[in-house]
T-cell receptor
Framework: KQEVTQIPAALSVPEGENLVLNCSFT??????LQWFRQDPGKGLTSLLL?????REQTSGRLNASLDKSSGRSTLYIAASQPGDSATYLC?????????????FGQGTILTVHP | AAGVIQSPRHLIKEKRETATLKCYPI?????VYWYQQGPGQDPQFLIS???????DKGSIPDRFSAQQFSDYHSELNMSSLELGDSALYFC?????????FGPGTRLLVL
């Protein structure tokens, strides 16, 4: 059974810092990995998707990397801003099909202080 | 751009009642997923449909059922509601690899 773990559970940083969120998964037979952002009581916003054959994806200040063989992904946020404060979830899509379910980590609660 | 639509956004029910949640996927998306997110927890996969056929099933209670209709919208039917069913229920849709999530339906069972 696939298990996804995110470290740290919570992170508090001053504005302007660069930071790294970590995600690990137990079964490397994944189809892809997706990073989401969730604001309190709100829905999930997709940030980045990395295919199993890719090493990284970038969008603006966000960079996500994937090391499938070691079962790890990182989300790098550059020059953090108070508006980045949210819960960040990683999710893996199980291998074999393009319509597989996602298994989520517990998330990292990020707080960026002005 | 059109997004996933869920209705209702909020729902309050009594124990043992029945609830129906609706999901309208992004146009032309052929796959719909349902997830349940309890308070302070990560989303848990319930069930998915591809081209109106059930494609995968997760930890969905027998009291719950779902289907995808000819217009690709989906409904999650929940019967004999329990206090523990109180959660945020997400629907997501996809055409290729990326799943796009709706805003969720917040269900409170009293």
């Amino acid at each position: 059974k696939q298990e996804v773990t995110q470290i740290p559970a919570a992170l508090s940083v001053p504005e302007g810092e660069n930071l790294v969120l970590n995600c690990s998964f137990t079964d490397s037979a994944i189809y892809n990995l997706q990073w989401f952002r969730q604001d309190p009581g709100k829905g999930l916003t997709s940030l980045l998707l990395i295919q199993s054959s890719q090493r990284e994806q970038t969008s603006g200040r966000l960079n996500a990397s994937l090391d499938k063989s070691s079962g790890r992904s990182t989300l790098y946020i550059a020059a953090s801003q108070p508006g980045d404060s949210a819960t960040y979830l990683c999710a893996v899509r199980h291998g074999g099909t393009s319509y597989g379910k996602l298994t989520f980590g517990q998330g990292t609660i990020l707080t960026v202080h002005p | 751009a059109a997004g996933v639509i869920q209705s209702p956004r909020h729902l309050i029910k009594e124990k043992r009642e029945t609830a129906t949640l609706k999901c309208y996927p992004i146009p032309r998306h052929d796959t719909v997923y349902w997830y349940q997110q309890g308070p302070g927890q990560d989303p848990q996969f319930l069930i998915s449909f591809y081209e109106k056929m059930q494609s995968d099933k997760g930890s969905i209670p027998d009291r719950f059922s779902a289907q995808q209709f000819s217009d690709y919208h989906s409904e999650l039917n929940m019967s004999s509601l329990e206090l523990g069913d109180s959660a945020l229920y997400f629907c997501a849709s996809s055409l290729t690899e990326t799943q796009y999530f709706g805003p969720g339906t917040r269900l409170l069972v009293l």
